[in-house]
């Protein structure tokens, strides 16, 4: 042997002292292996180096384990809801049988240490390994992890929960009695509604069904942050797009393009959610979003969106104006559409007539008539906007304004007596004013039309049960921005996130945080002179309004959400 082959230990030079492998052709598996990411014994079958039985025989006679015949085991008995599936595949680890609280493991790779760690603190059994051949293994595992389509409709314990679920088009027929046999089987069916529920209870706000090359995975985002709840088997992944296709009234047999749709799902005589839904064809399948759409988020009231007072009582003098036009402006996500229908509501009285253009409409609001924007037709904002003029409007609610068409008929309405509420897409209140202008409005249009903008975030409020006082130095303090919030250091605390049963990562729920900037007559002046968004920001600082991060710094002083998160959502 060369004086190289001391680089070599474990499995590896056992199989090279066995002449089972030549000592170059070991170091480069291990090398390759490593690059790969595969344990050794996985890099050697899989690529027909050597035979499955020839490394399992070697492996046995290196580390003492025993050795089994898979095939000659009946892996139809093996404990189904002992570990996680998403651990078995990961460590292709497939439990054989328990005894007691010993539980035993079919593993190729008896070395990987980790893998029976990690089993064993998931399920607080002690963990050992039993020595099987790799490639029957892997056909074990593929059998395996397409069994587990059958245990998708194990949710016996589940029923309370589908009392009274009823899933609806928008004509109102129960969706769970399709003809679609091939997509309303009875396991894709109950899982599905119970991704849906937990996703309701755990006020996530999308759910992402996404297809990969090897694996499926499906995320909820609460709180404005993404995270993984299940890791259903790949092979399900035709047939779960299928199911949603068909509760959201799609094509199921289009999988080239985008579809977008609705799910309505009734979960009580008294309440019901809507879901949108678009698909989007990917690499290795369809991925589709659902965004929950929940009605009681626009009945919650101007108290509960987080404003301060003072930003409360300018939103609202603007609301009961004859005229002109309330902008709301911030990212997606941000809440404007929450904004703009808390509004809606307050103005949504018998004696008004309002009207909204909107793509999509999100929540269903009684006494409003609502447009659903459609451009393959011709129904544009601008479009729809020209018809509510004829329409004797009172209230005009534009979804966004995308364009210059769309601004300039938005502004004549608001200059001819209506109040027009609406969004867009800007990262401040001084930079809506300056888009507005670069879209080609007049400054003049802009100066005397436009009474009120909203800017805001989203932050994630801190869990009242867990939340822990946390100080800073001074310094750092001032360096942050707290010496200009108008409130004294000594009269507030800093709190930071834990994390609790009844939390996530120490938040639970968002809080609104805003710039809400009245446009005053020197804001006007400077409008109308060409000013920029830097002098823009500044009057308005002169004039007493905060911006999104004195507005983010204080719901930190007020102990309602942690200084990390007012720097995540408002610090460039």
């Not at 679920?165 to 004509?171: D, W």
């Not at 706000?205 to 090897?214: A, G, L, N, Q, R």
């Not at 006494?367 to 003029?389: D, H, M, P």
């Amino acid at each position: 042997m060369s004086a190289d082959a001391p680089q070599l230990s474990g499995l590896a030079q056992r199989l090279v002292r066995d002449k089972l492998i030549s000592l170059e052709e070991a170091q480069e598996a291990v090398a390759e292996s490593k690059v790969e990411k595969e344990p050794l014994v996985q890099y050697l079958v899989k690529r027909n180096i050597i035979a499955a039985s020839a490394v399992a025989s070697a492996a046995a006679d290196e580390f003492g384990t025993p050795l089994i015949d898979l095939d000659a085991f009946a892996v139809d008995t093996a404990p189904k809801d002992v570990v996680d599936k998403q651990l078995i595949v990961k460590h292709s680890a497939l439990p054989l049988y328990q005894r007691g609280n010993r539980l035993f493991l079919a593993m190729a790779d008896p070395t990987n240490i980790r893998a029976l760690d990690e089993i064993k603190f998931n399920t607080g059994m002690g963990t050992e390994a039993i020595l099987v051949e790799a490639d029957k293994l892997y056909l074990a595992l593929e059998r395996f992890v397409a069994s587990a389509e059958d245990s998708l409709g194990d949710l016996g314990d589940m029923d309370d929960d589908f009392d009274g679920l009823v899933l609806e088009e928008e004509g109102g027929a129960d969706l769970d009695s399709s003809d679609e046999e091939e997509v309303d089987e009875a396991p894709i069916v109950r899982f599905i509604n119970k991704v849906l529920l937990d996703a309701i209870k755990g006020g996530a706000s999308d759910i992402h069904f996404e297809p990969y090359e090897k694996a499926y995975r499906i995320r909820f985002r609460t709180d404005g942050v993404l995270h993984e709840v299940t890791k259903p088997p790949t092979a399900l992944a035709t047939r779960l797009a299928a199911r949603l296709k068909v509760m959201s009234q799609m094509d199921i047999s289009e999988r080239r393009v985008p579809q977008d749709g609705r799910i309505k799902m009734r979960i009580s005589k008294t309440k019901a959610i809507d879901f949108r839904v678009n698909t989007l064809p990917t690499l290795f399948g369809e991925k589709i979003v659902l965004r929950i759409l929940d009605p009681s988020s626009a009945q919650l009231g101007i108290d509960a969106l987080g404003y301060e007072d003072f930003q409360k009582e300018l939103y609202l003098e603007a609301l009961h104006q004859p005229q002109g036009m309330i902008l709301v402006t911030g990212p997606t996500g941000s809440g404007k559409t929450v904004s703009l229908y808390t509004g809606l509501n307050i103005l949504n009285t018998p004696e008004r007539n309002i009207s909204t253009a909107e793509d999509p409409v999100e929540i269903n609001l009684e006494g409003i008539n609502q447009v659903q924007v459609n451009n393959k037709v011709g129904l544009t904002f601008a479009e729809a906007l020209r018809s509510f003029l004829r329409q004797d409007p009172d209230i005009v609610m534009v979804g966004e304004i995308r364009d210059l068409e769309t601004a300039e008929i938005g502004i004549k309405a608001a200059q001819t007596g209506h109040l027009v509420l609406s969004t867009l897409h800007t990262n401040s209140a001084p930079e809506t004013l300056t888009r507005l202008l670069n879209m080609g409005v007049p400054a003049f249009n802009v100066a005397t039309t436009v009474s009120l903008i909203i800017a805001q975030r989203l932050a994630r409020r801190l869990c009242s049960e867990c939340k822990e006082p946390t100080e800073f130095p001074e310094d750092i303090l001032n360096a942050e921005g707290f010496d200009s919030i108008g409130i004294p250091k000594e009269e507030f605390e800093l709190y930071k996130a834990v994390g609790c049963s009844k939390c996530s990562n120490g938040y639970k729920g968002r809080v609104g945080v805003y710039e809400t900037v009245r446009i005053t007559p020197k804001i006007s002046s400077l409008i109308m002179e060409g000013g920029n968004s830097l002098q823009i920001a500044e009057a308005a600082a002169e004039e007493g309004f905060y911006n999104l991060r004195i507005s983010a710094l204080r719901k930190v002083a007020q102990g309602l959400t942690s200084l990390e998160e007012a720097n995540r959502v408002t610090k460039d």
